[in-house]
């Protein structure tokens, strides 16, 4: 199947194009990598009468450290955070998570931005950056803001963009010393999308830490009582203290009714947190499981 028929116009900078998507009659999509749009103009689950290609715009490429912060342009590719083309504030987490997204032709085109944009509830990125604690910076006609990226993602493919209003940039807070972290995720086959991801971002030193649960088909879930997940105390026993019953109910209380998929959510997440207890905390490292 091949695509409607639809404009496209290719701006040259930000100012441009945030003009153009304010005064743009019907329907409008961005292109960046195309990994996802691609295929939907072909099989027309999207028809948009206008498709801006924002490729050429320099700014959305940044690259920065800015104080305790690492601020990613929209269009930095997975390949160019796997291959430390850009900072990286993580300890090497980003760059591993970045290595396991699909394929290699996938990660040379697809970018961080299209990724968290699209909000597919197995993609890496979405679960990962949440648990890292990650902002979204958007931009319009009208000025720009940032949210929190799990305020940013309402839902499967549903993310909390004004008209006009596009991803600019990502904004991951430093780990602070001392953190342990862990990403796990569970596929039918290496590279294809994920049923289950955990990823765990634990300072036992400061007595917190934030589990989030992805690949559920929703937005995904934030832990927000950690504690309850450990006994009720999170130190640098955290993997031993580890409640599997306390995950699963959690889950069932979330609405996940299925108890095979509670099962396997659980398992992945107990996986992510002994996995950071297993690392010394200045590094990391990210896990792809095939069934």
């Known amino acids: 199947m091949k695509p409607a028929r639809f404009a496209y116009e290719r701006p040259g900078d930000l100012a441009g194009l945030l003009a153009r998507m ?15 749009l691609g295929p939907m103009l072909n099989l027309r ?9 924002i490729t050429g715009i320099p700014e959305l490429r940044r690259a920065a450290i800015e104080g305790d912060t690492l601020v990613l342009g929209a269009l930095v590719t997975h390949a160019d955070i796997e291959d430390g083309r850009v900072p990286d504030l993580t300890g090497g987490a980003m760059a591993r998570v970045a290595a396991a997204i699909a394929y290699r032709p996938v990660r040379n085109r697809g970018t961080i931005g299209g990724s968290l944009v699209h909000a597919d509830p197995a993609a890496d990125w979405v679960t990962a950056l949440i648990a890292l604690g990650a902002e979204v910076e958007l931009a319009s ?11 940013f993602v309402t839902g499967a ?17 430093a780990l602070p010393s001392g953190t342990a ?12 999308f994920a049923h289950a991801i955990g990823a765990v971002r634990i ?22 009582e950690a504690r309850d997940l450990f006994g009720g105390r999170i130190g640098p026993d955290f993997a031993e203290r580890f409640d599997a019953r306390a995950a699963e109910a959690f889950l069932r209380d979330a609405g996940m009714s299925d108890p095979v998929a509670r099962h396997v959510h659980v398992t992945v997440l107990a996986r992510a947190v002994a996995q950071a207890a297993s690392a010394p ?11």
């Open 157 to 173: 493919l549903d993310v909390a963009l004004a008209p006009g209003e596009m991803l600019v940039a990502v904004r991951i807070p």
């Open 45 to 53: 689950l999207v028809e948009p009468d206008l498709v801006l290609d």
């Open 141 to 151: 006609a009208s000025g720009r803001r940032r949210l929190a990226l799990e305020a």
């Open 203 to 224: 300072e036992p030193g400061a007595a917190r830490a934030r589990l989030v649960i992805g690949a559920i088909e929703r937005a995904p879930l934030v832990v927000a």
């Open 281 to 291: 905390p200045s590094r990391t490292r990210t896990v792809s499981e095939a069934a």
């Open 181 to 192: 972290w862990g990403y796990v995720k569970h596929c039918s086959k290496i590279g294809e």
């Open 22 to 36: 304010a005064t743009a009659e019907g329907s409008v999509k961005l292109m960046a990598g195309g990994q996802s």
